[in-house]
């Protein structure tokens, strides 16, 4: 069955934005989402949209999203909650200072404008909330955050408008070749023809992938999320997080303060709604971090907890590939939990890849899905087993 010049697999932010994207362009594209839009890391994130504390590959592509982000809402003609109010990342005690100055010193050698507090008063003038034993923080004004299912909905909205095709509750079981080129998919309910085929399934990208024999490591964590009732007696402009990754919180604009707790090994295979909540253990661990971040937030009633997978790569940094190898393979996935800031550029980068096979204005070989492949340092061997 012939379907669309591009197939788009994967209805988070990253498939959403490169369907709006190639539809921008007058491409045919068809989305397949095995659940529905924003059901996996899209649907549970703490919708962070940061430059400060990424690996320094990954710098320009924040960089340019902000710009994006600035008028997104409009360009997409939807209310996405955008805010720019800063983030903070504290160093809770003396060791973590060194590790937070040098967030401080990336970020300004990529042009990022930010700075070290080095006062618990300094932290707490922009984040009264904060423990006052906090020991310093780094801070970057122009980070912010949105509403994640609003955004995901909007690029949704928008590339069904220019005429994508987007299919929710089919999964794509496989991809289909002739020889090394991969011509179409496969799912549960048929078979589909493209020129491309873009994968951009999270967690469920090495799966797809395995046939074709290619190699894409993943390390699948779990991370417990809560929210509270909405409040005015409680007020967080910036997002927050600490050196230790082990906490982050943010404010949204209807008043509920949403918070994560430190991520563990998820080795489940396939996720269902029963086995992707948190355990006991996860919420008590991650609202005593909660408390000493944030004292008050002891006292405020919790609307909702939930849980979401990330799809860790060994280095931390997502792929953005057209395969050599497979001709129409277009690979964007394993984003560590930090690709929904980023999405706008993705969309963009993806799109390109796409059609013209690169992006000149980033280079994208730190991102090549092959550098897996030439096999990992001893240094990740060691953290990944």
Partial sequence: MSTSEVIVIGGGITGCATAYELSKRGVKVTLFERESIHAMASGWTLAGVRQSG????????????????AHLGEELEAELDYVQNGNLRLALVPDHEAMIR??????????????????????????????ETVVGASFCPTDGHADNHKVVRAYDD???????????????????????????????KGSYTADVVVVAAGIYTPRLLESLGLYLPLNIVHCPVAQTVPTDDFTLSPVLGVATGSFAARQTVGGGVRFIGASVPW????????????????????????IAVLPRLADLRIERVWGGLID???????VFDAVPSHPGLVVGAGFSGHGFGIGPMSGEILANLTT???????DLSPFRLHRFAEGVTEVEAELFG
């Fill in 356 to 362: 013209e096979g690169g992006d000149p204005r980033f």
């Fill in 54 to 69: 990424r690996d320094a590959t990954e710098l320009p592509i924040a960089r340019e999203a902000i710009k994006r982000w």
């Fill in 158 to 188: 928008a590339a069904r408008r220019l005429g994508a095709a987007i299919i929710s509750g089919e999964e794509v079981l496989g991809l289909t070749t002739h020889g090394d080129r991969v011509t179409g998919v496969t799912t549960a």
């Fill in 312 to 318: 860790d790569t060994l280095d931390l940094i997502p």
């Fill in 267 to 290: 080795n489940e295979g396939q996720h269902t709604p029963a086995n992707v909540g948190m355990t006991v253990r996860q919420k008590e661990n991650m609202t005593r971090n909660a």
């Fill in 102 to 131: 040098q967030v401080v010193a990336d970020g300004n050698a990529a042009g990022i404008p930010m700075e070290y507090l080095d006062t618990a008063d300094a932290v707490r003038q922009i984040a009264p909330e904060v423990n």
